[in-house]
Nanobody
C-alpha cells in the first residue's frame, strides 16, 4: 500500500505562487496515475489536476488552467503542483491521490490512495 505525503503548502498573497510536492513511499510510483484535489471549508472536495503514469496525459479543472501545472518525477517518486497567479478562491486543503487505473478520471472515488493534505491559504 503506497503512502503519500504532501508538502509545500502555506500562506501567500493573491498573485503569488506555491509549489506543492507529494512524495510516495512505494517504489512502484510509476504504476500510478496521480491526481491533485482540494477541499475548501464548507465545500465538497473538487478535482484539480491529474497526470498519467508517464506524464503524457494531463487533465486540469477549468478554473486552474493556465495557472497551475502538474508534473511528476518517477525517479524521485514525486508529483508536483506548481500554482501561479493564486487567487483567494484557491484557498483549500490540497490532497494528492494515486489511481491504479490508467483510465483518466476526475472522480475522487476512483483513486485508491490519499495523502493527509496540505493547507494553502491565499490572502487578498
Amino acid at each position: 500500500q503506497v503512502q503519500l505525503v504532501e508538502s509545500g503548502g502555506g500562506l501567500v498573497q493573491a498573485g503569488g505562487s506555491l509549489r506543492l510536492a507529494c512524495a510516495a513511499s512505494d517504489g512502484t510510483f510509476s504504476n500510478y496515475a496521480m491526481g491533485w484535489f482540494r477541499q475548501a471549508p464548507g465545500k465538497e472536495r473538487e478535482f484539480v489536476a491529474r497526470i498519467s503514469r508517464t506524464g503524457g496525459n494531463i487533465l486540469y479543472e477549468d478554473s486552474v488552467k493556465g495557472r497551475f501545472s502538474i508534473s511528476r518525477d518517477n525517479a524521485k517518486n514525486t508529483v508536483y503542483l506548481q500554482m501561479n497567479s493564486l487567487k483567494p478562491e484557491d484557498t483549500a486543503v490540497y490532497y494528492c491521490a494515486a489511481d491504479t487505473s490508467p483510465i483518466q478520471s476526475r472522480r475522487g472515488e476512483r483513486y485508491s490512495y490519499w495523502g493527509q493534505g496540505t493547507q494553502v491559504t491565499v490572502s487578498s
